[in-house]
Nanobody, 125 residues
Framework: QVQLVESGGDSVQAGGSLRLSCAAS????????AGWIRKRPGKEGEGGAI???????RYEDSIEGRLHISQDNVKNLLYLQMNSLTPEDHGMYYC???????????????????WGQGNQVTVSS
């Protein structure tokens, strides 16, 4: 049974940084598309960041340049480095992984089958 477990969520002030981590069991990062999808209060159709099996990354426009997705294939971990955080980044961040896709054409939730429980990121002004 695949399990994704996130960690690293916290409360920070605007301008601060966080790194989210996602550990997988019964699933190997680097073989299929995986990502981080966020859900913010009052916003629908959220996206985030994805990393394909070939290492290509894609980001939602609002986070590109500030948030960076990466994976450690030795430790089997997925990361989201979050820099220059603003109150607009406040929300739940979910680690997600594809069932069988090596590529994800956009950083959106529809490509993902497996989901973590979510990690809260709180950014105060």
């Amino acid at each position: 049974q695949v399990q994704l477990v996130e960690s690293g969520g916290d409360s920070v002030q605007a301008g601060g940084s966080l790194r989210l981590s996602c550990a997988a069991s019964s699933y190997t990062f680097g073989e299929r598309c995986a990502g981080w999808i966020r859900k913010r209060p009052g916003k629908e159709g959220e996206g985030g960041a994805i990393i394909q099996a070939d290492g290509v990354t894609r980001y939602e426009d609002s986070i590109e340049g500030r948030l960076h997705i990466s994976q450690d294939n030795v430790k089997n971990l997925l990361y989201l480095q979050m820099n220059s955080l603003t109150p607009e980044d406040h929300g739940m961040y979910y680690c997600a992984a594809s069932l069988n896709r090596r590529t994800c054409n956009s950083p959106t939730a529809g490509y993902f089958y497996y989901w973590g429980q979510g990690n809260q990121v709180t950014v105060s002004s």
